[in-house]
């Protein structure tokens, strides 16, 4: 914590069915830290790739809070001053002067959870730049980032401190909603963060379902092989988010830091390309672990809104197939097979996007679509929902291929691109959503098709599992 003021306090509050107040503590002493310079000599920008090192404060957290989402808000001054400032609601997730942290259960599903919720903290610190309300300090993966090569400090890549300030802003808007939606749903779920998953091989072994939220960009080779595992051992995985697992990144300086050697410019130049911590294209161009063998979709076969963000995107939604499939039943919806139009899973919603992945596809004699394998996904992966992305890059109207993010790779498509819903299994089940703002349009009950198939989901991949069938019964 860094401050000109004498004295600051801390309020606590968890998110759920609602924004919930617990407790104040302070006062503390006010300490000013300076942020550390860029080392590329950026003006009045930070470094991203240093431990800011400012003043630490220590609050032991009660025995009986539950585990959960929770967020902190500074409050600066003396204790009269600080009496003026109301309490926030939902409306005051999003700001500086505040910071979230997770609740990890004492004792994992102790209170009945099978339902393992894991908030994508890499993908965050990523994009956090750092900043305060009255200081664009700008560095993050995307700004003023700063690159090394090999040695003692880890591998060639960007390098990015998770030792920073700079608000919330990602939270507020994927998992919020969701969260609270989760809650009045009477769902039970333990949380996790990126961290946890990564230093911890028996993390999942309690649970029955991962949720992945939202924007799940960065994952490490940890994070990825103990999903893997999970899901060949027969427990489930939702991914109710896009972008996932696009860059490999690599923990370093005690798992306070991370490198990924990505496309992301370093002044007017790229330090290094092809970028090696792409997880699809084969060594020595990338990991050669194409992320779609374990989501069903990658990005690659994606896009993206190239608008302001989050947007107001086309509303289409999900062209249905299997109509007949369980994620589908109670919704209603039409797959066209009765002779009529096939209805659209979300329509009138911002449901595709603001980021989308796909899977490589084929159309059969009936315009039923199919995925190939060809970039990766599983054989036994069915498309429930396809949404095709139209191929113009620079209309502020159209979603935005995916394929623009790596010209250095595929100079030219190959395929056809569109957001894609399905699953697979392969011991256990993989659901992905293909789409970031999934669990938006499901949280804020945009839209009842959303809401019925995402209970389906959840009800049946977090369900116990079967006894174990003995010989002779």
Not at 94 to 112: D, N
Not at 226 to 254: K, M, Q
Not at 395 to 403: A, E, R, T, V, Y
Request: glycine share 12%.
């Amino acid at each position: 914590m860094s401050t000109d003021a004498g004295e600051f306090r801390v309020r606590f509050y968890r998110l759920g069915k609602e924004l919930t107040f617990l407790a104040e503590s302070g006062p503390y002493p006010g300490v000013l830290a300076d942020p550390p310079p860029h080392p590329d000599g950026v003006p009045e920008h930070a470094s991203p790739a240093v431990d800011w090192n400012w003043p630490a404060y220590h609050h032991d957290l009660p025995d009986d809070w539950p585990s959960g989402l929770y967020l902190a808000h500074f409050i600066e001054g003396p204790e009269a001053e600080a009496r003026r400032v109301p309490l926030l609601d939902d409306s005051g997730i999003e700001g500086f002067e505040r910071e979230f942290f997770v609740v990890r259960p004492a004792r994992p599903a102790a209170t009945g959870a099978r339902i393992l919720y894991k908030k994508s903290t890499y993908t965050r610190h990523a994009y956090n730049r750092g900043d305060r309300a009255d200081a664009q300090r700008a560095g993050s993966l995307y700004d003023n980032p700063v690159h090394q090569q090999a040695g003692p400090d880890g591998p060639r890549g960007h390098r990015l401190s998770l030792h920073r300030p700079g608000g919330v802003i990602d939270l507020a808007y994927w998992d919020a909603p969701f969260v609270a939606w989760l809650e009045r749903s009477g769902y039970r779920v333990d949380y996790c963060t990126d961290l946890d998953l990564h230093e911890d091989p028996g993390l999942l072994a309690p649970y029955r379902l991962l949720l992945s939220v939202g924007h799940d960009e960065y994952w490490s080779a940890a994070m990825r092989g103990h999903v893997a595992e999970f899901v060949r051992g027969g427990g489930n995985v939702a991914f109710l988010s896009a972008n996932t697992c696009w860059w490999r990144v690599h923990p370093v300086d005690g798992n306070t830091a991370f490198v990924s050697d990505t496309d992301h410019h370093v002044g007017t130049e790229y330090p290094h390309l092809p970028a090696t911590d792409q997880w699809w294209p084969a060594p020595p161009d990338g990991v050669g672990a194409p992320e779609n063998a374990l989501t069903g979709v990658s990005f690659r076969n994606g896009g993206m809104w190239p608008g302001d963000w989050p947007g107001d995107r086309p509303r289409a939604g999900y062209t249905v197939q299997h109509a007949d499939h369980w994620v589908y039943e109670g919704t209603g919806l039409r797959d066209g097979s009765d002779g009529g139009p096939a209805d659209a899973l979300g329509a009138g919603t911002p449901l595709i996007g603001y980021e989308c992945d796909g899977a490589a596809f084929a159309r059969d004699a009936d315009g039923v679509a199919h995925a190939t394998g060809v970039d990766g996904t599983p054989e036994s992966f069915l498309i429930l929902g396809i949404y095709l992305l139209d191929p113009v890059h620079d209309d502020f109207h159209h979603l935005k291929w995916g394929h623009w993010n790596c010209p250095a790779r595929e100079p030219a498509i190959t395929s056809p691109r569109a957001a894609t819903m399905g699953l697979y299994t392969a011991g256990g089940t993989v659901f992905t959503a293909g789409t970031t703002d999934w669990p938006v349009v499901c949280g804020r009950e945009l839209d009842a098709g959303v809401v019925r198939v995402t209970r389906n989901v959840l009800d049946r991949l977090a369900a116990p599992a079967p006894a174990p069938v003995t010989p002779g019964s």
